[in-house]
């Protein structure tokens, strides 16, 4: 998924092309997750949209508020910290290894208590505030997400950050079809993946990568060693089922042929398309950490950090710093 500084067309307060848009194209691209187009567009000038890169919150409708630096030592921020930093190894090994003791689990009790548990998926009529799960038939599948979740996207960043591009859809289009040698696993996502394998479970993709380019992601995903991705089998992309960039229906199709015992990905749309569904800022925070969501969380519901773009770089000051948040220095000198 794009980055999302910018706000998307589709989505109220983003820029079109931003990738902090709807759920659609979240994952469009690997620049748009679950329904913010991958192609996280900045239809913004090239200082703005270096600043969107770095993986920060843009004022919007208020353009005089001070903003933290763009980059650091020339590099966007949150690219440094999702692509160069300790800590978001740290915090990828931690998510994959508490989703395979998770599932390890699961896959024991749904044999020594002969119990079929929910599935992640959450039923057709499903709401924030109520979050049926479907029931569980079938074989036991983990569904990821792939870009910035198994799979991270290092070299089209690259090319974003040094050039302080905006986004174009050909330009995209040609990174998916590349062969993948500047694209590298996402931190535990080799490892994890094995071991859901050897528990006996299916390991499903549901990405927004395009269906028509569907070979080069089997590929690119097969030569990071975590597949075999089949495109209609055990590869989802947007195009495969009815909703754009939204992945709900593909979670359906998947669900009616697997249990899917947890969802992995980045983007609050790699769970369900209800949290893109026109939420303010405030409002999808507050419904990730109600008390109906907050139960799935590390409980069928794994996420991953990508502070690079996405549905969660959104807001403006107001929504970012309530006014019973705000703290002026006593000391600081006043103009």
């Not at 005089?64 to 190894?89: F, I, K, N, R």
């Not at 003791?101 to 020594?112: F, I, L, P």
């Not at 507050?286 to 549905?311: E, K």
Request: aromatic share 8%.
């Amino acid at each position: 998924m794009r980055r999302a500084c910018a706000a998307s067309s589709r989505h109220p307060g983003l820029d079109p092309g931003s990738r902090f848009f709807s759920t659609a194209e979240e994952e469009a691209g690997p620049r748009v997750k679950s329904g913010v187009t991958r192609g996280v567009g900045r239809a913004l000038t090239v200082g703005t949209a270096a600043f969107a890169l770095s993986g920060c919150v843009v004022a919007v409708g208020n353009q005089s508020a001070p903003v933290a630096p763009a980059t650091v030592s020339g590099v966007p921020a949150g690219m440094q910290y999702l692509y160069g930093s300790g800590e978001a190894a740290a915090a990828s090994r931690q998510t994959y290894s508490a989703l395979v003791r998770y599932v390890q689990q699961y896959q024991r009790d749904r044999t020594t208590l002969r119990r079929m548990p929910l599935q992640a998926v959450l039923a057709p009529n499903a709401t924030l505030a109520m979050p049926t799960q479907l029931a569980c038939t079938g074989k036991s599948a983990v569904v990821f997400d792939v870009d910035e979740t198994v799979l991270l996207n290092t070299g089209y960043e690259y090319s974003d950050a040094r050039g302080g591009l905006t986004y174009d859809a050909a330009r995209w289009e040609r990174w998916e079809r590349s062969d993948g040698r500047a694209t590298r696993p996402v931190p535990g996502a080799v490892e994890g993946l094995a071991a859901l394998r050897a528990a006996g479970v299916t390991v499903v993709f549901n990405s927004n990568r395009n269906a028509a380019t569907a070979s080069y992601t089997e590929a690119v995903l097969n030569r990071a060693g975590l597949g075999p991705a089949r495109h209609g089998e055990t590869l989802f992309l947007k195009g495969d089922a009815p909703g754009g960039s939204g992945k709900d229906a593909r979670r359906a199709l998947i669900a009616s042929r697997y249990c899917v015992v947890a969802l992995v990905g980045d983007q609050l749309g790699d769970f369900s398309d209800l949290f893109n569904a026109g939420l303010k800022p405030a409002e999808r925070r507050a419904a990730a950490d109600s008390p109906a969501i907050v139960p799935l969380w590390g409980n069928g519901w794994f996420l991953l950090p990508n502070p690079v773009y996405g549905t969660a770089l959104a807001g403006d000051f107001d929504d970012v710093f309530p006014n019973d948040l705000r703290w002026s220095d006593p000391g600081a000198r006043k103009e």
